[in-house]
């Protein structure tokens, strides 16, 4: 038996054809798929010794972003503590992870260009 509400299709009809039930697990597979992957960082991030003074940074970065705004500016319309501002050194950091050789690189890199600049300018 099939039952509509002001017109609307009802569950019972989605799933009732094949292609209804194949697209209803299709979705549920990809919400099933990204899940796990938030639950697995859960548990890393849950059992990383460092977590609690990580969450005082993070109150800490909440409250200076509440704050109300200097004379005549608007509130803030942004969410969040301002997480997106570390992603690129975080990037960097991951990527040195995987290949330490990139820290030498990067440190011969930033002490040789001043000492390379001197002697082309003393020539």
Known sequence: MYHRDLGAVSFADIVGTASGAK????????????A????????????DPALPEITGYI???SQLEQ????KGGAPSKTKGVGLKRIVVPLKYYVAYRKN????YIALAAILGLPF????????
Request: charged share 25%; proline share 5%; aromatic share 4%.
């Open 116 to 123: 390379m600049l001197g002697y082309l300018l003393g020539k």
């Open 23 to 34: 697209a209803v697990l299709d979705k549920a597979k990809q919400y099933a798929g990204k």
């Open 100 to 103: 330490p050789l990139i820290g």
């Open 36 to 47: 796990g992957g938030i639950l697995d960082s859960a548990k890393v991030i849950l059992e």
């Open 67 to 70: 704050r109300a705004p200097k």
């Open 59 to 61: 109150l800490e970065l």
